[in-house]
């Protein structure tokens, strides 16, 4: 074991991974606080840039674009109650009115001090507990992995907004579109109509571009700003050691909700903060002033959904299953650098295992110093003209695109998924189903094919071991929930 | 006529989708062995049962949208430009959209990236981006010509030195490929 801890330090102790970690913290942030953008757009377009790095620079890289996009959004939310990215949402409540009453360096000081502080306690999480699932997984089979990813697309349902029905459509299109290339036991065309460059089926980046950042940039087109924005000057107050201190149980308390809620599949940060949030606002003595400018609620919201960020990742390093739609874009990251997380990855490349880890812990402090030293400087981000910031997304989808292969299909692929996820925005499809299943449909047609070949075509291959038992009645306890809670949101509230 | 209803327009989209893909997509776009002796390794299965169910999917979101009508609930809107707020979407609260005149301007909008496309070919990835970067901004009503211009050229040379210089991945030049190596 320590041989293998001095290997990763040395991995990710280079001038390169440290610059890449930093620059990605950066690049996240900025993303992350321009309205309209999200996390997951960001880690998409930073991805193309990571394919001249070595794997853990790349793949930290894109971590550190992730933490950072998840701070990043509640600068927007706390200077013109914008939240930056959904996740942020909730920061709004409390932080722009402290930025209303002259206070807004405080309230994204603390931002920032709830923000790492959170992550760091989830990345302690993810440290704890990964290896330990790992361990668990290293018994699975192809049935009960077939078992394990039906669960995991339990998923969907968080990830699909109030349409539980479309969310499933969403997700339909994105297996189809998976089945595209070559059959993996015959080798025959599937989809193929004679395109050699369809053969090995449609790469996920062109696909993931297009679905995300294409229908923003067409979207566009019919909108116009409501009225000039006004940016609250961040002025000279800021929070201090003992602002800290007072928010310290806050801050572990609702990092704490936000590993738990991160570590389930589908959850996301948004419902994580707004959890925190709640339930801070429930046990405090000032509860009256929640909603009218409390550090406390900042310090909440934001613990909430930055301690989502290290659990999600514990599915997708023990399991190799994503936890959320950014985790899915990291997965496949994983992929594009020809590497599989999972168990197996635990057994045969501990050192990967450990630079990830010791990366994703510099990532904490990296968000704080960035954080610190930029926030002056984030607040003109919000001042950036739409109609120079989506060419420029346009121009990045499209080298990012062409980078994959060096290939101008994938360019008329990203066109193509940009056009069917605008179609997807106006129907009201959400595309986070559509992309989550794309990545894992292989994966399961996969493990389904194998276990009916192993099973001799016999369906009751999938309920004869005890974990498919657990992943069946997971699953049906997973989906009576999502319908009971549909029920309950269709339900109208009595007037009077 | 009455409205019709979004979920409605969808289902039936659904359904005529699910059953191209049944009789002509998976029968004809699929080659799979004469004789396969077990179901599990027949090329079709996988595609065959993601069709069912997304025909099932299409048949409840028809029964849905009758039924939801029957009950009185209205029809929404179609084309009503503001999704759901999702996990991974973007919706920017600052923006407004411009109803009619926004539907004309999106249109526009698809024909521009329709171009894209024989634009990058002819011109190549780099002086087709700097076109493409400026005819958008335009498009999208900036005025201000020294940010237009600076960006226009500036983002698309960025982009280009990253890749072909740092990346060492050849960016095509289409009509300028005479500056290639």
């Not at chain 1, 981000?381 to 290939?407: E, H, Q, R, T, W």
């Not at chain 2, 004789?35 to 599990?40: F, I, L, S, T, Y």
């Not at chain 2, 996990?87 to 249109?107: C, F, K, Y």
Request: charged residues 10%; contains cysteine; aromatic residues 10%.
């Amino acid at each position: 074991m320590f041989e293998h801890l001095v290997a990763a330090f040395g991995l990710v102790a280079t001038f390169e991974t440290i610059l890449a970690l930093a620059v990605g913290v950066a690049v996240g942030v900025v993303l992350g606080a321009v309205p309209g953008m999200t996390a997951t757009m960001a880690v998409g377009l930073s991805l193309p840039f990571t394919f001249l790095l070595q794997p853990v620079t790349g793949i930290l890289l894109l971590l550190g674009v992730y933490k950072g996009g998840i701070y990043g959004g509640s600068i927007p939310a706390i200077l013109i109650k914008t939240p930056g990215t959904p996740a942020s949402s909730c920061t709004v409540l409390d932080g722009y009115p402290m930025a209303q009453k002259g206070q807004a360096g405080k309230a994204l000081d603390m931002a920032l001090y709830a923000s790492c502080t959170a992550d760091f306690i989830s990345n302690l999480s993810l440290i704890l507990f990964a290896a330990w699932l790992a361990q668990i997984a290293l018994a699975f089979g192809p049935p009960e992995y077939f078992t394990l990813i039906v669960f995991s697309l339990t998923i969907i349902a968080g990830v699909a907004g109030d349409d539980l029905v479309k969310g499933c459509v969403s997700a339909a299109l994105g297996l189809i579109l998976a089945t595209i290339g070559l059959d993996l036991i015959f080798g025959t065309d599937r989809f193929v109509f004679g395109t050699t460059s369809l053969m090995s089926g449609l790469n996920f980046i062109p696909v993931l571009i297009g679905l995300f950042a294409l229908p923003e940039v067409i979207d566009y087109f019919g909108r116009k700003a409501s009225a000039r924005v006004k940016v609250s000057s961040v002025g000279g107050t800021h929070a201090s050691w003992a602002d800290y201190k007072r928010c310290l149980p806050t801050i572990i308390k609702s990092s704490f909700i936000g590993v738990l809620m991160g570590a389930i599949p589908g959850i996301g940060g948004a419902p994580s903060a707004f959890l925190a949030y709640s339930e801070a606002r429930r046990t405090a003595k000032n509860r009256h002033e929640f909603g009218k400018g409390a550090i406390e609620g900042v310090a909440a919201s934001e613990a909430g959904n930055n301690g989502v960020a290290g659990a999600t990742m514990i599915p997708l390093l023990a399991l190799g299953i994503p936890g959320d739609v950014i985790t899915a874009v990291i997965l496949g990251a994983f992929m594009i650098h020809g590497l599989q997380p999972g168990p197996v990855m635990f057994q045969n490349n501990l050192t990967m295992i450990y630079a990830l880890f010791i990366g994703i812990m510099a990532s904490s402090v990296l968000l704080f110093i960035i954080g610190k030293i930029g926030i002056r400087l984030f607040r003109r981000i919000a001042d950036i003209p739409k109609s120079l910031m989506f060419p420029m997304v346009l121009v990045l989808c499209i080298f990012g695109s062409y980078a994959i292969n060096n290939s101008m299909f994938d360019i008329a692929v990203m066109l193509a998924t940009g056009f069917l996820g605008y179609f997807m925005l106006r129907f009201g499809i959400p595309a986070a189903p559509f992309l989550i299943a794309f990545i894992l449909g292989p994966i399961l047609e996969n493990t389904f094919r194998q276990s009916l070949l192993m099973g001799g075509g016999d369906y009751t291959i999938f309920f004869r071991s005890t974990i498919n038992w657990i992943f069946w009645a997971l699953t049906v306890g997973s989906l009576v929930l999502i319908i009971y809670q549909t029920v309950i949101k269709r339900r109208p509230i009595p007037v009077g | 006529m009455p409205a019709i209803s979004r979920d409605l327009v969808l289902g039936l989209l659904l359904a005529a989708y699910s059953l191209f893909m049944a009789f002509v997509g998976i029968p004809f776009g699929i080659d799979s062995p004469e004789e396969v002796p077990n179901p599990a390794l027949s090329p079709r299965l996988w595609p065959d049962i993601i069709i069912a169910i997304t025909a099932f999917l299409a048949a409840l979101m028809i029964l849905r949208a009758i039924v939801g009508r029957k009950n009185g609930d209205g029809p929404e809107p179609a084309g009503s430009p503001l999704p759901p707020v999702e996990e991974g979407g973007a919706v920017d609260p600052t923006m407004e959209w411009q109803g009619r005149t926004g539907t004309i301007l999106t249109l526009v909008g698809v024909v521009f990236l329709l171009l894209t496309y024989p634009v990058l070919n002819v011109f190549g990835l780099l002086i087709g981006s700097v076109i493409l970067m400026a005819a958008f901004s335009l498009l999208y009503r900036e005025r201000q010509w020294s940010a237009l211009i600076g960006s226009a050229v500036g983002i698309p040379l960025v982009c280009y030195l990253f890749f072909e210089k740092v990346a060492n991945i050849p960016i095509p030049m289409g009509l300028m490929s005479f500056l290639e190596g």
